[in-house]
């Protein structure tokens, strides 16, 4: 039976399987997935080639769950389901639930015992997916073998079937189909009438166009069978290409794909076929960027992404989780004091600019906070250095980005590390401590020095000037460490 033929045959015969059935729209996309996960043959060339016992016997599995395009996974988990107690224990002598199904299909014998086959692609155990059974008739009597998950090794070794307890596996909700002996025999004769006619399958072969359609959208934007691609979200005012493009950078292929309303602008690379790590891959996005914000004279902003895909996939608009409340009270007035009011300034530009990615800013804004405190520069790596012994100190034991700036710093006190290394390097492009803003590697250096500046930032505005941090009050309750009393 023809592909084709088997959806119309299915569709007439399931219409009384629910209040409402699958429509011939919900069957098409059922074994379009099933298509997808190469349960049946694939392309265009294939759709006047008889299905074989297995793909008929794939289609009916593709049926056990309730939503079309889940039909490939449900088959895939419900054809290797092996039988309580073994094969010798099993219906048919089947080694498996897909096995029991085709020897139904083929042996009339089988057939005229089945009185039902039943399956579920449900939760049957932890992370564990799918049920089914076969009742038919053997000496006489009704007898229902059941088929669980390859995991469960202890229902399947010989002799499980004597004390086994359906109870135990099944779940407590679930949606099963359940197909009879007059269903099997109605499709086996519908299969040898389609086998002896010569006509051709129903239909005009649109069903392949779609599939057609994204293999040669792969094939334009470079995809091959070992792609695992990068993908990140870019917000940006650069001229942009209006569809999804591949476009040469140097010696490197990146994928550009445009906003939309529910995503916003992307580049995707794949590192296999470019040859790249992710943090090089990084780099290499972070050049191009740069390239295209000069040209345009517009910013460029990395927002994250993620990489390991087998095709590029469209990065969705940032929706950032916020807190509200029920009743929101707030009392506070303007600072009096001019330093205090630019401390809080320049912090919540530090918080911007991380929020951004602009990493070398919000190092050098949480830097200016301390800066304001003092003239002298041993005098703000002085502080620094006793500021970070308390905030080591009240670090998490794994905290991950504490630990990463004591490895950076190295052999270098973390007060002369910020100063030289961060200070310096981002503020005055210094030829002792270089810093490159599109390397990804000091990306990740200074996106930790951030950290720690932010927590150093925050802690001298409490001490210095002992500003409250509670919605409805000027005055600090207290101040958990003092300030050396030099004001400036």
Request: aromatic share 8%.
């Amino acid at each position: 039976m023809f592909a084709k033929n088997l959806e119309h045959f299915l569709v007439n015969h399931f219409k009384g399987s629910d209040v409402a059935s699958d429509d011939l729209a919900d069957v098409a996309q059922r074994f379009e997935s099933l298509r997808g996960h190469r349960q049946l043959p694939q392309g265009r060339e294939n759709r006047s080639r008889h299905l074989s016992v297995a793909g008929v016997a794939a289609s009916l599995l593709g049926f056990a769950t309730s939503r079309p395009n889940w039909a490939g996974h449900a088959a895939t988990i419900l054809k290797d389901l092996r039988p309580v107690g073994g094969t010798v224990a099993s219906c048919w002598g089947a080694a498996n639930f897909v096995a029991a199904i085709e020897t139904v299909l083929t042996d009339a014998d089988a057939r005229a015992t089945l009185s039902r086959i039943s399956m579920s692609s449900a939760e049957s155990g932890t992370n564990v997916y799918g049920i089914a059974s076969v009742t038919y008739r053997h000496d006489g009597a009704l007898r229902t073998v059941w088929f669980v998950s390859q995991f469960a090794v202890s229902l399947t070794t010989p002799g499980a079937e004597l004390t086994f307890d359906p109870g135990t596996v099944e779940p407590e909700v679930a949606r099963n189909l359940s197909l009879n002996g007059r269903f099997f025999e109605r499709l086996v004769r519908a299969i040898a009438l389609s086998l002896m006619s010569s006509a051709e399958p129903e239909g005009d072969g649109s069903e392949y166009d779609a599939v057609e359609a994204e293999q040669a959208r792969r094939a334009a934007i470079g995809v091959t069978g070992s792609s695992r691609f990068l993908n990140v979200g870019i917000d940006t005012q650069v001229t942009w290409p209006k569809s999804e493009l591949l476009v040469k950078f140097d010696k490197y292929h990146l994928v550009l794909m445009p906003k939309t309303k529910e995503h916003t602008q992307s580049v995707h690379i794949d590192l296999v076929g470019n040859q790249l790590t992710r943090r090089a891959a990084n780099t290499v996005i972070n050049r191009f960027l740069s390239t295209l914000a000069w040209c345009d004279d517009q910013f460029a902003i990395v927002e994250g992404g993620w990489a390991g895909n087998p095709i590029p996939v469209p990065v969705r608009k940032r929706d950032l989780a916020f807190a509200t409340v029920h009743t929101w009270i707030f009392s506070r007035t303007i600072l009096g004091e001019d330093k205090a009011r630019r401390a809080l300034a320049l912090y919540r530009e530090g918080l911007n600019a991380e929020a951004a990615s602009l990493t070398s800013y919000a190092v050098l804004s949480f830097f200016k906070v301390i800066e304001l405190g003092y003239r002298e520069s041993e005098r703000v790596k002085k502080w620094i250095g006793r500021g970070f012994q308390s905030i080591a100190q009240e670090a998490h034991a794994d905290d991950v980005r504490m630990s990463a700036f004591l490895e950076d710093c190295r052999a270098a006190s973390p007060e002369d590390y910020i100063w030289e290394a961060c200070r310096l390097a981002v503020a005055h492009a210094s030829l002792k401590s270089p810093s490159d803003a599109d390397d990804a590697a000091e990306i990740r250096r200074l996106s930790v020095a951030s950290y720690v500046l932010r927590l150093l930032a925050r802690r001298f505005i409490r001490e210095r000037y002992k500003i409250s941090e509670s919605p409805v009050s000027d005055v600090a309750e207290m101040s958990d460490t003092s300030s050396d009393g030099n004001r400036h």
